[in-house]
């Protein structure tokens, strides 16, 4: 079965000249020249394969002695591995003669697939072009390689003309396994591997085991050396530098940056009108999976632990797995999407039941799982315009532009452009770095708003976003977020619009307004934090319902970057003043526990990034989800908090370190067990009256602090310019003219 859906995935292309032989192109491409017009010569005409073989009979023999690979290859031994399956499209090219000499179960296969005689023709047409390509492209190869067999070896490594018999039998085999490594070809069997292993990677590890243990097997030998060492390490380096040169002038030419990071998507592609199109070989998948591997390995060691290939969320932790998940053989990569629910990418499955009940849907799926990997790429890429099916079919790596492309490009260009982001450009910010600031959520919302083009795309996001498992997880994440820190500062509200719990909004303006005619601030406080602490809970439980996301988030801003540390401190802040531990038994700030928060803080991060955290609380405090703002008020009170320290650690200043010790305790008591410290130590009455009057003297010279005194805790004020305001405001309020 394997073998019968690689050879329906496979042979219905052209696109071998730039898979298979894209190595070949770059080291050799006068024999890729060659090869490739002997392969569409035989797309009109099959007999050419003969008549080159029989050209080239005694250099053929020669290479063949010396074990070049010649004949069919790993897609088309599908064809006999694969059964009847695989050689149905071939029955349709049958003679009745032949049909009826095959018995009742043979005629009806065969006449089952009459109708299938255009694609027959096709497929065989396709497969003796894909064989003719790779075996011209060894001969040729081995032509111009041929002279380079025998000839004695300096000091420094250069080939000199003298030819030795000793070593000609050497390099010649040699040679011979350069040529089929670099068309991807490798003998199993002179690796020692059984016909069991190699039955088991086809059909139930790798998609194309031959191929890619070839392709591995050229980047090993160039650590080896004589012969096999040099071309190999010739070959990758022309393969690699000519696939950035052609990138290069492409880009160049198109006006594009070019994409040089392997392990993305867009590695070494441009775009070409609505599709991103690059080059499709194994080295390239090689490549990006050893350094998405190695990425990993560096930044997120843990996840690659994670083997529960039963559970989707493995495959976006071990980048492993992923990448080893893209190569699977066909039935092994469909059990796993079927058991973790998602396909290799992420997509969710159709319901099982649906498929197995509703024969319109088992059609669709049977038919998605057989069509030729260039035909999946024209049915999956998003609008079906079909380029990338055309790209793919001629062997190209293609995707039609995602829409998280153009979001990304238009995010790029109207951060560079708009005003707003002016100050955070001149301090070296770029967009991936302002994701990561605090209040990134609520300036990318006003950037929305200026640019609609950005909402559509985002809108299209979401839609897409809704067949990926991860997609739905993230949404659903943020949704109930967003929800919680909505309540926390509207409220919460029953479906008839009853108020269940008051938020800040309600808490500000029963404040402002007064209750029966006065404002208490204590009260002010005490709601406030209520809000604060069912936020700071429903947000608890919201992380414990998504572990995973959760821990992708933290891995995110893991790392030395220091913008990733001041994001994560900043978090962790505002995470301790949403907590009860913030205050101390009268509502105030606990600044015994906050400085202990910052001390570890500073501890682990250092001071330079505390120093920024300093900076940006204020911007991280009004960092609210759409149409949810602070009410003035609660930020006036939360900027309190910091004025007010100086005034409640007075006696840090005033006070000896011995006086300190013994006020310490007292200052943190309740004014019940005041009464009892008092009546107990009379020094300690005459420290309080100390710090009351250095007290007094601040506030009379403080305006500020004066005055979030008498707002937040209902202080009698006693700076004059207060005292002041109160009285006009007092006098207008009682004539009415307020």
């Keep these: 079965m394997n073998s019968a859906l690689r050879y329906f995935k496979t042979t219905f292309d052209l696109g071998t000249p730039l898979i298979q032989g894209l190595p070949v192109l770059f080291k050799d491409p006068e024999a890729w020249g060659r090869a490739t017009g002997m392969m569409l010569k035989t797309l009109k005409d099959p007999a050419v394969r003969a008549r080159y073989v029989a050209d080239n009979a005694e250099d053929i023999n020669r290479y063949l002695k010396y074990g070049m690979h010649i004949g069919s290859t790993e897609a088309t031994q599908a064809l006999q591995q694969g059964g009847w399956l695989a050689r149905l499209p071939t029955y349709a090219t049958s003679r009745p003669t032949e049909i009826a000499a095959e018995g009742i179960a043979a005629n009806t296969r065969r006449l089952g697939a009459q109708g299938l005689r255009p694609m027959a023709v096709v497929a065989q047409r396709a497969g003796a072009a894909y064989d003719v390509f790779l075996d011209v492209a060894r001969i040729e190869m081995m032509k111009g390689l041929e002279n380079l067999a025998g000839r004695t070896t300096t000091a420094a490594g250069k080939r000199t003309g003298g030819i030795s018999s000793f070593t000609y039998d050497k390099d010649m085999a040699e040679l011979a396994q350069f040529v089929n490594k670099t068309t991807g070809v490798i003998s199993s069997r002179a690796m020692g591997i059984g016909v069991n292993q190699q039955a088991l990677e086809g059909s139930a590890l790798l998609f194309s085991p031959q191929y890619t243990r070839a392709t591995a097997a050229l980047f090993m030998d160039m650590t080896s050396g004589g012969l096999r060492g040099d071309q190999a390490r010739k070959a990758v380096a022309s393969l690699f530098a000519g696939q950035l040169g052609l990138h290069a002038a492409i880009a160049t030419a198109t006006g594009q940056e070019m994409n040089l990071t392997p392990g993305r998507g867009d590695f070494l592609k441009v775009q070409l009108g609505d599709t991103m199109v690059g080059f499709g070989s194994k080295s390239n998948a090689l490549v990006n999976m050893f350094v998405d591997v190695s990425k990993q390995a560096t930044e997120n060691p843990e996840g690659l632990m994670n083997w529960k290939v039963w559970d989707n969320s493995t495959f976006r932790e071990n980048s492993f797995l992923k990448r080893l998940r893209y190569q699977s053989s066909p039935l092994t990569g469909q059990a796993l999407s079927w058991i973790t629910g998602t396909d290799a990418i992420g997509r969710t499955l159709p319901d099982p039941g649906d498929v197995l009940t509703d024969p319109r849907e088992l059609g669709k799926y049977v038919g998605s799982q057989l069509l030729p990997i260039w035909m999946e790429a024209a049915y999956e890429n998003g609008d079906y315009k079909g380029a990338s099916g055309v790209y793919e079919m001629f062997g190209a790596s293609a995707r039609d532009v995602e829409h998280r492309t153009t979001r990304r490009e238009l995010q790029e260009k109207y951060f560079k452009e708009d005003e707003q982001f002016e100050k955070l450009r001149d301090e070296g910010f770029t967009f991936t770095e302002f994701q990561k600031h605090p209040r990134y959520r609520t300036m990318y919302s006003a950037m929305q708003q200026r640019h609609p083009d950005l909402v559509d795309v985002e809108e299209k996001l979401k839609e ?141 991060y250092g001071e330079e990034v505390m120093a920024e955290v300093a900076q940006l609380k204020e911007e991280r405090l009004l960092d609210t989800p759409d149409g949810a703002n602070l009410p003035e008020i609660v930020i006036d009170y939360y900027q309190a908090q910091t004025a007010l320290r100086p005034f409640w650690e007075t006696w840090k200043e005033i006070l000896s370190p011995d006086q300190q010790k013994e006020y310490r305790s007292f200052a943190a008591a309740s004014a019940g067990q005041k009464e009892l410290l008092r009546a107990g130590n009379r020094r300690l009455v005459i420290l309080e009256d100390r710090v009351k009057k250095a007290q007094d003297r601040m506030r009379m010279q403080n305006y500020e602090i004066d005055k979030y005194l008498m707002n937040y805790y209902d202080y009698a004020p006693k700076n004059r310019r207060l005292m002041a305001e109160t009285r006009r405001l007092t006098r207008s309020i009682r004539h009415g003219t307020n």
């Design 464 to 604: 897409v976003a809704k067949d990926f498992a991860w997609g739905e997880e993230r949404a659903a994440y943020e949704d109930k977020i967003s929800v919680a820190r909505t309540e926390q500062i509207k409220g919460k509200f029953s479906p008839d619009g009853t108020l269940i719990t008051p938020g800040f909004e309600q808490i500000a303006l029963e404040f402002e307004q007064g209750i029966n005619g006065t404002r208490s601030g204590q009260v002010f406080r005490e709601k406030l934090q209520l809000a604060a602490q069912r936020y700071h809970s429903a947000k608890a439980e919201i992380r414990k319902q998504f572990p995973n996301l959760v821990e992708q988030n933290e891995q995110y801003y893991k790392g030395n970057d220091e913008k990733n540390k001041v994001n994560a401190v900043t978090s962790e802040y505002f995470d301790f003043l949403q907590s009860p531990l913030s205050r101390d038994a009268f509502g105030n700030m606990n600044y015994a526990a906050l400085d202990s928060f910052m001390h570890t803080s500073e501890l682990k």
